[in-house]
């Protein structure tokens, strides 16, 4: 009996509210509020026909910014202050609710649709204000506009149970009930309330209201076709219906509350289990057949044993049930607040909607799809809208069972409830990117950083689907991009990086990488990443007998630049081991050894005045040297003017190429760890070779 939750749950609802007879005309229409209207389509109809979209799109999809847009646009000027203020920044709740105080006072019409459309578009599970606007459309006499306010507002929020009883409630005050089609109008809405929210474990309300109004219309057996479906649903006050229940069935023959072939059924069993035994003309007895002819009625014994057999076979429904509630008893008790609020959950509440799925997912794998999982997920995600870790599980939960249901979680996620969420957007385009789906994957990137500009991992993400595609001129494009519209000079600094990695990896051109990096370079010669970066390219891509000249034109390059202290000392130290393992002139090698040598000099005073105290310090503030570690990521260490430690090298900057050839010239530290017993000494020693110039 379990219903499976989805968009066509509405479709009754939608097809059921149109400009038909029993329904109050606007009283701005001059029409008769309270008599019948001709037949033919109504403002609603477009709602209605919304409503009936396609899965994956057309429910959740609509929005509400055209709602409204009619008559006057000549809107108060206090309104235009605070209209004004919630789109300097739509992300402040306080300023939404300001400018909604401000119009419920007012009472402008045209101002109040404005504000909220705009508001329930960006916030659909705030009942309350859906409920308001109902009211101020209902006072002022435009009832199919509250009509299609609340038709729009089941569309975005299917699982409200308080907007499903306030629409039900409002369609019997507003249908002239003496037409019949304003009773099947109510009972379908009633049918399509409970389909989409009827399987809520506190939708008990909502049930009673149906049974209630069957009972009102003279029609018991409806009645109990309602109890028939809650019996079997797990709810919070499942003990009540089947007590309402078996009030029902004691207070009605059972032929007045079973359907013929049930009831037919029921009879046969009980006359089978205890035939009626009847006087005989003749003396003895005679044994009536089961059953009874068309015209005959059950004695009072009958009629009581067939409720008896009535209420035992839900009795075994009811207790089944029982089972299903006490499972979901302790997770539903921790739920404190299941209504939507800006205001953070804390983290107990979030561990026990995750519990709580896990344990739906979990029960509904072992007994086949029903539905209920997904009927959670809804739920959990009025609560936590504002989480991108629910609406990625939902997801992919959802990407387990279909596409189409998947692209639907993410397209609600990024396009109402977290427009400005990257980590949702980029889930989403990596989800279309994996099933071919380029075109709304591009769509989906560029939709985000047209929202949020200035992220660098959307924009990477744009450049590697790109990539993929095979599309090399586009990445390379849209790096370059990148590289020109970089305020900061730290942004301007990685995408540089990026692109020249992308020309150098990927596309295979050293020249062009090596004039992004010397370009970058002009810009922002102290980026000592850049050095690094070029440095990298240059040892990893030259050929054997050529690497001489471009890599110490590079070192040299850089130790000329104001770079930190370290930076420097370690590219000077490169610089030395390089010449001592390719270089092909001594002048060379001993100029910068003579060059390395003041460099260790100049820092070895500094460090000797900080320990003396001689340089003034901010009070509180560490001495440079003592920090533990520089932007470089460089331990500072003691420095010795005869045995030089290497620190070890930040990690390359051009995808790790450079590993094995750095390794190759850190000897010094290698060596004198594993041969100074021996009486080996550091390579860079000259003085016992060359006297110091």
Same mark, same amino acid.
């Given at each position: 009996?379990?219903?499976e939750?989805?968009d066509?749950n509405?479709?009754?609802a939608a ?6 007879p029993?329904i ?5 229409s001059?029409?008769d509020?309270?008599g019948?209207v001709e ?8 709602s209605?026909?919304t409503a009936?979209?396609?899965?994956g799109?057309?429910l959740?999809?609509a ?12 809107y ?12 300097e920044?739509?992300v ?6 300001s ?13 109040a ?11 659909p ?6 409920k308001k ?12 506009k ?8 089941l569309?975005?929020?299917?699982l409200?149970l308080?907007?499903?009883?306030h629409y039900?409630?409002?369609l019997?005050?507003?249908?002239n ?15 399509s309330?409970?389909d989409?929210?009827?399987w809520?474990?506190?939708s008990?309300?909502?049930?009673e209201?149906?049974?209630d109004?069957e ?7 409806a009645?109990?076709?309602v109890?028939?479906?809650?019996l079997?649903?797990p709810?919070?006050?499942?003990q ?7 009030e029902?069935v004691s207070?009605h023959?059972?032929?007045?509350i ?6 037919l ?19 003895g007895?005679?044994v009536?057949p089961?059953?009874l ?14 409720? +008896? #057999? %009535?209420?035992? &076979?839900r009795?075994?429904v009811?207790?089944s049930?029982?089972l299903?509630? $006490? /499972?979901?008893?302790? !997770? ?7 209504y939507?609020?800006?205001?953070p959950?804390?983290r107990?509440q979030?561990?026990?909607w ?8 979990g029960a ?6 029903g539905g209920?999982? +997904? #009927? %959670?997920?809804? &739920? ?5 809208a504002?989480?991108e870790?629910f609406? $990625? /599980?939902?997801?992919? !939960? ?7 249901r998947?692209?639907?979680v993410?397209?609600?996620?990024c396009?109402?409830?977290?427009p ?13 990117a994996?099933?071919?789906?380029l075109k +709304? ?8 950083e ?10 990477l993400r744009r450049?590697?689907?790109e ?13 370059r991009e990148?590289v ?5 000079a730290p ?9 020249a ?14 004039r ?9 010669p102290?980026?000592s990443?850049?050095?690094?970066a070029l ?15 471009p890599?110490?034109q ?32 001594v002048q060379?090698l001993?100029?910068?050894?003579d ?10 005073s500094?460090?000797?005045r900080?320990?003396?105290?001689d340089c ?9 040297e003592?920090k ?8 500072a260490t003691?420095?010795?003017h005869?045995?030089?430690?290497m620190?070890?090298p930040?990690?390359p900057?051009?995808g ?9 010239y850190?000897?010094g530290?290698?060596y004198?760890q594993?041969?100074g017993a021996?009486?080996y000494?550091s390579p860079?020693?000259?003085n016992?070779?060359y006297?110091?110039s």
């Open positions: 009996m379990e219903a939750y989805s066509a509405l479709n009754g097809e059921g509210i149109r400009s038909e029993g109050e005309q606007d009283e701005a001059g029409d509020v309270t019948s037949e033919g389509p109504a403002p609603a109809e477009e209605a026909a009936t979209g396609s899965e799109g057309g959740y999809s929005g509400l910014e055209d709602y409204g847009e009619e008559e006057d646009q000549d108060p000027r206090e309104f235009e202050k605070f209209w004004k203020l919630t789109q920044s739509p402040d709740f306080s300023a939404w609710t400018l909604l105080q401000y119009i419920e006072q007012e009472g402008h019409m045209c101002a649709r404005k504000a909220l459309g705009a508001f329930l578009s960006r916030y599970y705030c009942y309350g204000y859906w606007w109902v009211d101020m459309e209902r006072r002022s006499g435009f009832i199919n509250a009509v299609q306010v609340c038709l729009r507002g569309q975005l929020f299917p409200s308080d907007l499903w009883i039900l409630s409002f019997q005050e507003t249908l009930m003496n037409l019949p089609q304003s009773a099947l109008r109510i009972r379908e809405a009633f049918r309330a409970v989409a929210a009827g809520d474990f506190r008990d309300r909502l049930w209201m149906y049974a109004w009972r009102d219309q003279g029609d018991p057996r009645a109990t076709a109890y028939d479906r809650v079997s649903i709810t919070q006050l499942y009540q219906h089947f007590h309402r229940f078996k029902l207070s023959s059972p032929r007045e079973l359907s013929a072939e049930e009831f059924r029921l009879r046969s069993e009980v006359m089978q289990g205890c035939a009626a035994v009847t006087p005989d003309p003749d003396g007895s005679e009536s089961p059953g002819t068309p015209g005959e009625r059950e004695t009072d014994e009958h009629e009581q044993k067939i409720r +008896e #057999l %009535l209420v035992a &076979r009795q075994q009811y207790e049930n029982e299903e509630v $006490s /499972k979901r008893w302790s !997770f539903e008790e921790a739920i404190k607040r299941p939507f609020h800006v205001k959950l804390d107990a979030l561990r026990n995750h519990s709580y799925l896990d344990f739906e997912v509904e794998a072992g007994a086949g799809p209920r999982a +997904e #009927l %959670l997920f809804e &739920r959990c995600l009025v609560a936590c504002l989480y870790e609406w $990625s /599980k939902y997801a992919k !939960f959802q990407a387990q069972r279909s596409v189409d998947a692209r639907n993410f397209k609600r996620a396009e109402i409830h977290l400005r969420k990257p980590s949702m957007h980029l889930l989403w385009a990596a989800f279309e994996a099933r071919g789906n +709304e994957a591009r769509r989906v990137l560029e939709a985000l047209q929202s949020v500009p200035g992220l660098a991992m959307v924009r450049a590697s689907v990539r993929r595609a095979g599309n090399l001129e586009g990445a390379e494009s849209l790096l990148a020109l519209q970089s305020q900061a942004l301007r600094s990685f995408y540089s990086i990026k692109l990695r992308q020309l150098l990896r990927v596309q295979r051109d050293r020249g062009k990488a090596r992004v990096l010397q370009d970058a370079i002009d810009r922002d102290t980026d990443k850049l050095h690094l440095l990298d390219l240059e040892l990893s891509t030259a050929e054997p007998g050529q690497s001489e000249g890599v110490l590079c070192l040299s390059r850089a130790l000329s630049c104001s770079l930190p202290p370290q930076t420097r000392l370690l590219l000077s130290r490169q610089r030395l081991e390089f010449q001592q393992d390719f270089g092909s002139s060379s001993l100029t910068a050894y060059e390395h040598q003041n460099l260790l000099n100049e820092t070895a500094v460090k000797r900080l320990e003396n105290g003034e310090e901010e009070e509180g503030e560490e001495p440079e003592k533990v570690k520089s932007e470089d990521g460089l331990v003691p420095i010795d005869t045995t030089v430690s620190p070890t930040p990690a900057l051009m790790g190429d450079l590993n094995s050839s750095q390794a190759a850190n000897y530290a290698w004198q594993q041969y021996y009486g000494q860079w020693n000259y016992q070779y006297p110091p």
